[in-house]
């Protein structure tokens, strides 16, 4: 009776934990993240340390999908990678939360914002040059480079409120 | 035949400008997918469409380079996403995709974040009931705790989607207006 109740309840935990996975890779769809990364965060932050092998029992992926995830992913600061000196297996563990990205993701962003003001400052000085005013494709990328120049400082400062709300919670709901 | 509309699109640009263009592509392609985790096919696709609008899936073929099976599997994610939206060319059986707007302002795109968002939490407060009342018997899983503790997070991070893209909108409309 009592193995019968344990056994439930592993099946129960089970679908709970597909279910947290599955929501967590729908979510990231609609930033266009791909699906299987997702999942492997999901995962990796379920079991806060996965190695490629355990990933591939849990979502069924190849080997080579799982190593080539894995890779980018550590590469996005989003995932830390460790060695067990007795296995020589690797150990892979999320940086941070999935509430509060880890501190480089979120370095990452404000980076890539003032790279990309950069950029676009860069293309808005080729685009002056006097005899392109007029050639064909002016109009659409000058309309290009003013729509970003408007929309990321707004996304970069809403991104900024965001997070420091989040934080302002988690401190409030982890005492 | 090819349509008018094909060679509008794909070759029309100034040379100097197609450059000038290569380069926003490339940028966004490759530091975006780095930032976001997006595919880099699709954000080259995306940032297309950015800047032209309208496209065939042909167009498409003719700016990327890509073949016509990478191409229709990245335009059917971008209509997925409530990205970009088809229409038929009267008179024709070929199909232009539009991007009105750019997503993060597009209230379709709100909107359809908006009802994900609410039927998630909805999942997520069934699982907690669940996690809840078997306590006892699941708490000797070790997964147990993490999944408790991500539902809980989870739950308190959701509605702040819904804020986020408010907080957008309301910025841009200071900026933009």
Avoid: W
Avoid at chain 1, 125 to 138: P, R, V
């Amino acid at each position: 009776m009592n193995s019968n109740n344990q056994s439930t309840a592993k099946q129960k935990l089970k679908k709970i934990e597909n279910g947290i996975a599955d929501i967590i890779t729908n979510l990231s769809f609609l930033k266009g993240r791909q699906p299987k990364i997702s999942k492997i965060i999901a995962l990796t932050y379920l079991h806060r340390k996965t190695t490629q092998k355990q990933l591939r029992e849990l979502t069924g992926y190849s080997l080579g999908t799982i190593s080539n995830a894995v890779q980018s992913l550590e590469k996005m600061g989003i995932i830390r990678k460790t060695q067990d000196p007795q296995t020589r297996e690797y150990n892979y563990e999320l940086e941070g939360t999935i509430a509060q990205p880890g501190s480089r993701s979120v370095t990452n962003i404000f980076e890539y914002f003032s790279q990309q003001k950069q950029f676009l400052k860069k293309i808005k000085t080729k685009l002056a040059q006097q005899h392109l005013s007029n050639k064909k494709g002016y109009e659409e990328l000058s309309q290009f480079v003013n729509k970003m120049e408007d929309i990321f400082p707004a996304i970069e400062h809403a991104t900024q409120k965001i997070l420091t709300q989040v934080s302002e919670q988690n401190r409030s709901g982890s005492d | 035949m090819t349509s008018e509309k094909n060679l509008l699109n794909s070759s029309c640009f100034d040379p100097e400008i197609r450059a000038i263009e290569k380069e926003i592509v490339e940028f966004f392609a490759t530091k975006a997918s780095e930032v976001t985790g997006r595919h880099p096919i699709t954000s080259k696709v995306m940032t297309y469409f950015y800047i032209r609008k309208e496209l065939t899936q042909h167009d498409l073929q003719a700016l990327t380079g890509f073949s016509a099976g990478t191409i229709s599997k990245s335009v059917r994610k971008l209509l997925k996403m409530n990205i970009i939206t088809k229409e038929t060319i009267p008179g024709t059986h070929k199909h232009i995709y539009t991007m009105e707007k750019l997503p993060f302002i597009s209230p379709q795109y709100f909107l359809m974040t908006e009802s994900i968002i609410d039927d998630r939490i909805r999942e997520l407060e069934e699982m907690k009931k669940t996690l809840e009342a078997n306590r006892e018997e699941m708490k000797k899983f070790e997964i147990y705790h993490k999944s408790y503790e991500t539902v809980t997070q989870l739950l308190r991070l959701l509605p702040t989607v819904s804020v986020f893209f408010e907080k957008i909108e309301e910025e841009l409309k200071k900026r933009i207006d």
